[in-house]
């Protein structure tokens, strides 16, 4: 059993450069984030080019702030855990390569988190740190860790909803370590990806997600009546292999067809429908103003001066739908395992309708839910830093030819 449980996490799969100290996967003693929204909004999505060359710059000053404001060096740390996959290969490399870098330096393990396990933990953490405060006095001056008995925690069912991914998750505690079995997914675009391009379309900034959320208390959620289609078993793939980048990472056809999402079509009728109420030109003089100001407006003049109140019907009637198709899909499956707990993690899960919807029908059914904080639904180093604690009692180390999986599974 490793001493102090200190893990130094990194986190480089997409647009953030993230380092983290977290302590036995239970108490964050840093978390850095350097963002690159304002290298991408420019073009309205993620430049992978672009977001190596950024993950260059920053990892070096994001890991020394890390290890600053944790208040300890190199030679306190029991592992470096780094982020292996899913995500953009030359994203992934600059952080395996320096982790690989520092571990090796150091005589330190280095762990391989996979990014969806990352979001799952950071629920755990949160839940563990509030264990944690809880039971303080009991806890202090032992080696006893509150991750020991809340792994033993019933399993949960796990929505990982973010800009590359829509997966639902068995999630198992098994012997000190978590077992995931794939239930559900997107067949094509991730629900964040829907988020993003439809603000895209829309003339807002990138990411759309928290523009859209933002706007859409301003408008009537049933004004534009959006449907799903039920995705039929199989027929959807036709033998072929899924097409777009989020739904490589998991195999489709062994699935329950009513746990799987698709968000394309959505973001076509949003297009037909701007193009067929006469938005467009709207849409297009809203861009100079959105690029002017890389942050999603915080007030209520703000929000409003930029849209039309069809638009603001038509942003809230979307968030509406994929909001309500998430919770459908959802509750099937909890219903139909008997799971009795919730996560909902990735960066959507910091949408304040999902938040409240998920809430109240949980509450309903008289399950418990559990989303991470703000700062851990979207990407940071502290979720794999936690991911990791498991791995490390368990002594389950990465080889030293570790590499970068673009489309690393979990299961
Ligand atoms: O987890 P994350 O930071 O990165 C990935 O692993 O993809 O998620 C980023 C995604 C983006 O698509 C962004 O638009 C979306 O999360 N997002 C939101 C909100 N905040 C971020 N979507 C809806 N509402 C939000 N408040
Ligand atoms: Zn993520």
Redesign the pocket.
């Known amino acids: 059993m490793p001493g102090s449980g200190l893990i130094l996490g990194i986190e480089t799969?997409?647009?953030?450069t993230a380092a983290a100290v977290v302590e036995r996967g239970a108490r964050t003693l840093s978390s850095v984030v350097a963002s690159q929204i304002a290298t991408h909004a420019r073009y309205g999505g993620v430049v992978p080019e672009l977001a190596s060359r950024e993950h260059l710059r920053a990892i070096v000053p994001v890991v020394r702030a890390a290890l600053a404001e944790a208040g300890i060096g190199l030679s306190d740390l029991d592992a470096v855990a780094v982020t292996a996959g899913p995500?953009l290969a030359g994203a992934l490399l600059v952080g395996i390569t320096y982790a690989k870098a520092l571990a090796f330096a150091h005589n330190l393990p280095l762990i391989a988190v996979n990014?969806l396990e990352g979001?799952i933990h950071a629920v755990l953490l949160n839940e563990r740190e509030s264990e944690t405060r809880s039971s303080a006095p009991a806890i202090q001056g032992t080696s006893h860790s509150p991750s020991d008995s809340l792994d033993a925690q019933c399993s949960a069912l796990a929505l990982v909803v973010?800009?590359?991914?829509t997966h639902l998750y068995l999630a198992r505690p098994a012997h000190g370590t978590w077992s995931y079995t794939l239930m559900g997914r997107t067949v094509d675009d991730?629900?964040?990806?829907a988020?993003?391009k439809v603000?895209k379309l829309l003339g807002l900034g990138y990411?759309?997600?928290?523009w859209?959320?933002a706007l859409a208390k301003y408008g009537n959620p049933h004004a534009v009546p959006f449907s799903f289609a039920q995705i039929k078993p199989k027929v959807h793939l036709g033998g072929k292999p899924p097409r777009t980048k989020s739904a490589r990472t998991a195999p489709i056809a062994r699935l329950d067809p009513h746990f799987l999402f698709s968000f394309s079509g959505i973001k076509t009728a949003v297009l037909r429908y701007v193009e067929l109420h006469g938005l467009r030109a709207e849409a297009k003089a809203r861009v100079p103003r959105v690029l002017a100001n890389f942050n999603p407006p915080q007030t209520r003049e703000e929000a409003l001066a930029l849209c039309s109140q069809p638009t603001l019907d038509l942003i809230a009637s979307f968030?509406h739908a994929v909001v309500g198709d998430l919770m459908k899909k959802t509750f099937a499956a909890a219903e139909s395992l008997g799971a009795m707990r919730i996560f909902v993690t990735?960066?959507?899960a910091?949408?304040?309708e999902?938040r409240a919807r998920f809430t109240a029908e949980t509450e309903h059914r008289g399950l418990r839910i559990a989303f991470p904080t703000l700062a851990l639904?979207?990407?940071n180093a502290a979720m794999i830093a936690a991911a990791a604690w498991p791995r490390l009692r368990a002594r389950d180390f990465a080889p030293p030819e570790l590499t970068a999986d673009p489309s690393l599974t979990l299961s």
Not at 162 to 165: A, F, I, P, R, Y
Request: aromatic content about 2%; proline content about 6%.
């Open positions: 799969s997409c647009d953030e995500g990014h979001h973010s800009g590359g991914h991730a629900a964040g990806e988020f993003d603000a990411p759309g997600g928290p859209i959320d968030q990735g960066g959507v910091a949408n304040r999902l639904s979207t990407d």
